[in-house]
């Protein structure tokens, strides 16, 4: 069965613009993580949505969020891009989230200047 | 929520030899605990995990150990090889699903 997929896998925005990623679970996979990852600092943990509830969230300033559908397809926003969000944004769903393999997808890279 | 830490962050040895990473928890109610492979430009993926209720589980040259009592769990490679070159991840995750990373180690297996 297909993967997780993520898109857009590249993309540049400017300091203060906004952006939207998108992740497409696993079919049957209810739960979907968002990380943030970048250099020194391994998978920092976004949120988790699992029913279109969040049920977790980590801690990233206001400017992160994030939502899923009926669907299980989820998406989410950085609002007033600053430089260090430069990083690779990656995805991951499981069929319920608890003591259960996380499925990644290879990331959204976003490179803000 | 959960802080896991991960030692060494970077880890050189020689093909054939030994290779042990360290992870430490810091929330008591955290009850599994996986550990990612992540090969240079590809996704984490799952190697090993074990679950609270387990002090130990190997599976061919892998093997992890936990400690409930000290809250350190560490992830044993042997006879290394150098496929086995990648950056790995420990996480811990809670009752509240809360899964928490560690930095994450870079090993280096030299031929």
């Known amino acids: 069965k297909a993967g997780v997929t993520q898109t857009p896998r590249y993309l540049i925005k400017t300091r203060g613009q906004q952006v939207t990623l998108s992740c497409s679970p696993i079919?049957?996979?209810?739960?979907v993580s968002w990380y943030q990852q970048t250099p020194g600092q391994g998978l920092q943990f976004l949120f988790e949505y699992f029913s279109e509830t969040q049920r977790n969230k980590g801690n990233f300033p206001g400017r992160f969020s994030g939502r899923q559908f009926s669907n299980s397809r989820s998406e989410m926003n950085v609002s007033t891009l600053e430089l260090g969000d430069s990083a690779l944004y990656l995805c991951?769903?499981?069929?319920?989230?608890?003591?259960?393999?996380?499925?990644f997808g290879e990331g959204s890279r976003l490179t803000v200047l | 929520g959960e802080n896991v830490e991960q030692h060494p962050s970077t880890l050189s040895v020689q093909e054939g030899d030994s290779a042990v990473i360290k992870c430490t928890y810091s929330d008591s109610a955290s009850n599994y605990f996986p550990w990612y492979k992540q090969e240079l430009g590809k996704r984490p993926q799952l190697i090993i995990d074990?679950?609270?209720?387990?002090g130990e589980k190997k599976d061919q040259r892998i093997a992890v150990t936990l400690n409930k009592t000290a809250k350190h769990f560490s992830l044993h490679i042997t006879e290394t090889q150098p496929e086995d070159s990648a950056v790995y991840f420990c996480?811990?995750?809670?009752?509240?699903?809360?899964?928490?990373f560690g930095a994450g180690t870079r090993l280096t297996v030299k031929p």
């Open positions: 991951a769903s499981s069929l319920s989230g608890g003591m259960r393999e996380l499925f």
């Open positions: 996480a811990a995750r809670t009752n509240n699903n809360d899964m928490r």
């Open positions: 079919s049957g996979h209810r739960s």
């Open positions: 074990i679950r609270s209720n387990v």
